[in-house]
């Protein structure tokens, strides 16, 4: 009789054992690569928001990032900003980034076509990033905001392709306020 309870304990004693080897691989994984999505609400305005010289004007569509090399938000957009510039940029509109004052960092290989921006006037006044600014061919900002609401950004859930089809179709589009809930992070520096 003494062996069936032997068995039986030792059998209890491997499943406590693996149970919590698996419940600290998991808290393990989930605290380092798991992060706390927090919802961030942005009040986009591009009412001081215009071109440097050289770009203003009469021209091509143009779509200025705004981007914080040290915001996690950023991973995202990224990918979806690269199908952006494989689509649209052979139909002639033109790719712009403008990093984040004081900041240090590389766009991604997939994102390197964007052309830099030193400085944009009234960039000071962006309130969070990832960001997007897209100008009409007329020089008249169309659409200043996020790329999307949630977490990500992909083609099914981005306020960027209905924008950018409208302009390409001539047609007129004044989205400059917008409210959104998302991955943010602060743009101004000091916040």
């Not at 591009?46 to 004007?57: C, E, F, H």
Request: one cysteine or more.
């Amino acid at each position: 009789m003494r062996q069936p309870y032997r068995t039986t304990l030792f059998a209890s004693l491997l499943v406590l054992i693996c149970a919590g080897v698996l419940w600290m691989a998991y808290d393990w994984f989930q605290g380092r690569y798991l992060r706390v999505f927090s919802e961030h609400t942005a009040v986009f305005s591009g009412d001081l928001l215009t071109l440097p010289p050289d770009l203003a004007g009469p021209g091509p569509i143009r779509l200025v990032h705004f981007w914080d090399p040290a915001c996690p938000c950023n991973v995202g957009n990224q990918q979806h900003l690269g199908e952006l510039i494989e689509h649209y940029a052979p139909q002639g509109v033109e790719f712009y980034a403008l990093q984040k004052a004081g900041s240090s960092g590389q766009l991604p290989e997939n994102l390197r076509a964007m052309k830099p921006l030193a400085a944009l006037p009234g960039a000071e006044q962006v309130p969070a990033s990832p960001a997007v600014g897209i100008w009409d061919r007329t020089g008249k900002l169309a659409y200043f905001g996020p790329y999307s609401e949630g977490l990500s950004c992909n083609s099914s859930n981005s306020f960027i392709e209905p924008i950018l089809q409208a302009l390409e179709n001539n047609r007129e589009v004044n989205a400059t306020h917008t409210l959104a809930v998302g991955c943010y992070c602060s743009w101004p520096e000091g916040l």
